[in-house]
């Protein structure tokens, strides 16, 4: 267990964290913490990662919800109880939603604030509570699941189109709570220049986030972020989708 690679996933019990986290269980020099809000959610992952054929990580399970800094409280302890000293090397900000839809019903100013609480505030938060176990680590690492409709570069071209979910009249929440992660990503790696932090885009993929709306399948999806989260990869801060460095 000496030589583990410990590799905490926030929002792992279903979509591309879930597939990253059934990617990373067939190592067995992995210690891997797969992280979900609602208990029974996660622990029915986990039990299908652990009968997965092929299963070789230590697998264990901590309930966290990255909008409430009580619950991140508890699985910073509880994190560390499972780690009993040792340092968390990996920390895979993957938990987000998106909810443009209900933009008419419940107002603009409502889903902003649900969408940058779970996808912007949600990941700086989580990784500042997780700083001390992070610094344990010789090499640590923050891995932040973006999108390219965070990309402001690539957004603010007259040719880019959001995909249909955001495609809405207002296309501000989910875009805009990923460009702020990108924001804290880089302030991140320039005040903790010890700490590798990247963005990643996995792609346009099925998942519940989009009503499964995506062409991607979340099994392929999640390679990218299986390989940022096994190696360092690019540069810090730097932002990555398969094919290669995204303009922030
Ligand atoms: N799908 C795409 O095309 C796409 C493209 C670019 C980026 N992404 C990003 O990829 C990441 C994973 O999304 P996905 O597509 O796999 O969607 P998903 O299947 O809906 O998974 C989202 C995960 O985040 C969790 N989550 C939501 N709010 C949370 C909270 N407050 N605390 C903890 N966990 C929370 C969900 O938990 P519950 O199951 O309890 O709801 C679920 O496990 C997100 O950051 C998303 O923005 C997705």
Redesign the pocket.
């Known amino acids: 267990m000496t030589s583990a690679l410990t590799i905490l996933i926030?929002?792992?019990?279903?979509?591309?964290?879930?597939?990253a986290a059934r990617h990373l269980s067939k190592y067995a020099h992995i210690h891997l913490l797969v992280?979900?809000?609602?208990s029974v959610?996660?622990s029915e992952?986990v039990s299908k990662l652990k009968a997965d054929e092929g299963c070789r990580a230590v697998l264990a399970e901590v309930v966290?919800?990255?909008?409430?800094d009580e619950?991140i409280k508890k699985g910073v302890a509880s994190v560390a109880g499972i780690l009993n000293g040792k340092a968390l090397d990996v920390l895979v900000?993957?938990?987000?939603?998106?909810n443009e839809a209900a933009i008419p019903t419940l107002g603009l100013r409502a889903v902003l604030r649900q969408t940058f609480?779970?996808?912007a505030f949600?990941?700086a938060c989580t990784t500042d509570a997780f700083l001390p176990l992070l610094k344990k680590s010789a090499a640590p690492r923050v891995v932040?699941?973006?999108?390219?409709?965070g990309s402001l570069a690539t957004i603010s071209k007259p040719d880019y189109t959001f995909?249909p979910?955001i495609a809405t009249q207002y296309a501000q929440a989910?875009g805009g709570?990923?460009s702020a992660?990108n924001a804290f990503t880089v302030a991140l790696a320039r005040q903790h220049p010890d700490i590798h932090a990247v963005c990643?885009?996995?792609?346009?993929?099925?998942?519940?986030?989009?009503s499964y709306a995506?062409t991607?399948d979340?099994k392929d999806?999640?390679k990218i972020?299986v390989d940022y989260a096994l190696t360092k990869k690019g540069v810090s801060p730097g932002f990555y989708n398969a094919a290669g460095e995204l303009a922030w």
């Open positions: 926030t929002g792992a019990n279903q979509g591309l964290g879930f597939e992280s979900g809000r609602d959610r996660l992952a966290m919800d990255v909008s409430d619950s900000n993957n938990a987000g939603m998106a609480e779970v996808n949600g990941a932040n699941v973006s999108s390219t409709a995909p979910l989910y709570s990923k992660l990643l885009c996995p792609g346009y993929n099925a998942t519940s986030l989009n995506g991607m979340a999806g999640a972020i």
